[in-house]
């Protein structure tokens, strides 16, 4: 089939392992659109207004411009921070079973 | 507005049509050309024809994504949906492209790194090969390639939009009225046959560089001749507070509409990354961070969605002409026919060959998708299971043109209105695949049986839910995409999401019992350093397609 999997697993994978702070902060980050764009009551109305844009249509532009700079700064923090590690095809403790879980 | 008097829509505009037809002329070239772009070896594989040698960097995947995801559906239906009802049905498109992209930012790359290290060319190819189950890699396909074909039908119907508005289509004969539609799909199918992922890849920068020269102008000189954006909103304001405004329109959702604004926005960007088209780009680029990167960098596209979106809004405080060529009001024609209302010949012809294009590159891309999917999880899977990736890219490349061929046969045979009404189908359907993909890069714990019968009751429910929506004016089917939440009373939501919350329950309480019962749960064929391998890591270049290797 597809792949040489003798070769392959005696080439190791790396990523990266970030802190708990950190990663929380990362999923703040990218929680943060999602929260404030599906929380429609609070910017459903028409002031203040903004060179002639209710508020709700200039609030949304103002959330795609800060999702991105929110974006780039979690792409920063998971590519620079954090401690690279060896990804092991063992299951960690407590993990979900990866292999055949067959009849578990 | 003098060439009102002549009829619904006017004469041909010859200066615009010339325009339109020197740009399609340009992308043409360039669609054939883009065989020899960045070519690094035969064409003859699903890894060169159908996903561009998988190498490209940020910048092509930028412009790739871009002209890829965002459609004739943002271009022309968007504007459209906003000209006749307004925020709710309209302005969603906004957050629901804002929330995509930190959506993605978390699972697209271990799509990518997966799809690498097996040579998984779409999203059912990593189904099968992680639950090691074909009937719901089946169903992921199948899905699949019924949300893409409407979607591209969708293109054609943007298409025919502009062509309407230059003033082709007025003949009676059903042959000569559809003919420039024919041809310009002849042609795309074509250097798509021959050029593969390349075609569209390259197209894309002539694309978003019209779009983006066409929205700068339109948003600065539109308002400006209007008298700004304040007497804009009023008149969008002034539609939807008369009393012959459509049922639920408003310029701002009212309190009763938030859930079905905020749903709307989440299952749209939940499912866009479902779509075959979009999981197609990703695949494409060349490293596991170029996804990440242009997650950050892509939302320079939903700003102009948004922009665009206000079209809709100007349309109505210009009071521009919708009537169609068969003489019925068309709000799909809201901004083709405010561009020839407001900018000069010359530059109309430019901004419709714009919208023309900008359809051209999905429907070239979407077609090449479906293609894949018929190839590696129909053919491959049930009737030539050692298919030669010689093999594969043929019968991806024939199948494109079936495919293409289907959606004109779509807009042709049935109306506008069914393409519409299938786009909208597609997106609630394709949602329903998204536990077998986005669960399924995470863990196996669900059961394959118990993620297919989720998938099939979603979709039951979502079809027979959707069919019942009446739209109150027309009296017709599949008025809208939204319903009542079963169990919690009054509050609305839409239907895909509400499908999905259904889909995820059946296969969470499915894969309990199916575990008890001890039901078979097949072989993963993935690692766990499957999901992080980037393109340094050894095992993933080169790509070999499966059924390349002699073993």
Redesign the interface.
Known sequence: MPDDGSARSQQPVHRRKLTGGVLAVVGLLLAAPLVALMWVGTYSSGSPRLWGFPFFYWYQLLWVLVASVFTAAAYLLVTRTGTVIEVSDEPEPGGPEPDDGAGR | MTALAAGPRGGVDGVALTIVIVLFAVVTLLGFGAARWRRVSRMSSLDEWGLGGRGFGTFVTWFLLGGDLYTAYTFVAVPAAMYATG?VSG?FA??Y???V???I??FMPRLWSVSH???YVTPADFVR?RFDCRPLSLAVAVTGIIATMPYIALQLVGIQAVLEVIGLGGSSNAFLRDLPLIIAFAVLAAYTYSSGLRAPALIAFVKDFLIYLVIIVSIIYIPYKLG??????AAAQGKFTSPKAAVGSS?????A???A??TL??GSAMALFMYPHAVTGVLASKNR?II??N???L??Y??ML??LA?LGFMGIAAKTNVIGLDGKPNAQLVVPALFQQMFPSWFAGIALGAIAIGALVPAAIMSIAAANLFTRNIYRDFFNRNASPETEARVSKLVSLIVKLGALFFVFFLDRTTALNFQLLGGIWILQTFPSIVFGL????LHRYALLAGWALAMVYATVRAYRNINPLTHKHFGSSVAKIPLLGSHTAYIALTAFVMNVVVAVVLTVVF?AL?V???????????Y???AD???VRPV?A??A?P?
């Open positions: 925020a302005f906004v957050p492209t804002i929330i992209y930190p959506l930012f978390i290290r097996h040579g090969g700004g954006f304040g007497k804009i909103f310029v701002i959702p009212p309190a509409s938030f859930s604004y905020g926005a989440l961070g990440r990167r997650a950050a960098l939302p320079a939903s700003l948004g922009l206000l995470y863990t196996r714990w575990r001890r078979p749960d097949g072989r993963d064929e993935t690692r766990r350093s499957d992080h391998a980037d890591d050894a095992g070999l499966p059924g290797n073993a």
